[in-house]
């Protein structure tokens, strides 16, 4: 059974958006680069067409990539007028012991947004933040022992 993916309004727009360059743009720019390198000569010492051929296999991966997340994908709503920290916001947290303060968006990696770092709720981090509201501080197990952070603020 396939995984059900969660994506905003916006970034499914965008995944798709990009699959559907992929699949026409993209497929008929690599296939002229093939073509054109085929024209060269010798395939076995032909440096352009082995280029032209590992590219389309990461664009291929990347189709499948997008189609398997599209294909499950369910469209949520941004949660909005929200006081605790859910899949899909943006918290401000700072670490104890410092005055710095970082900013996360919760959620799938798909749905970053610029200036925002991408934290999984399936994360340490992100399950202990899970549910925390702001001036909260919660504690997570990390590789040198358990740190703690305040929640400084929390965006939609």
Request: aromatic share 4%.
């Amino acid at each position: 059974m396939a995984d059900n993916h969660e994506f905003s309004q916006e970034a499914f727009d965008r995944l798709q958006g990009e699959y559907d360059d992929l699949t026409t743009r993209g497929r008929i720019e690599i296939a002229k680069k093939i073509e054109t390198a085929r024209e060269l000569g010798d395939l076995s010492e032909n440096g352009d067409y082995h280029a032209a051929k590992e590219e389309q296999g990461k664009m291929e991966g990347r189709i499948a990539q997008l189609g398997a997340l599209l294909l499950d994908a369910t469209i949520v709503e941004v949660p909005t007028g929200i006081d605790e920290v859910t899949k899909g916001c943006v918290v401000s947290i700072r670490y104890e012991g410092d005055d710095d303060v970082e900013k996360f968006l919760i959620g799938s990696i798909e749905e970053r947004r610029e200036g925002v770092t991408v934290m999984s709720p399936g994360s340490p981090l992100g399950q202990a933040l899970l549910g925390a509201k702001v001036d909260d501080t919660v504690g997570y197990e990390a590789p040198g022992g358990t740190l703690n952070v305040t929640v400084v603020a929390i965006e939609s």
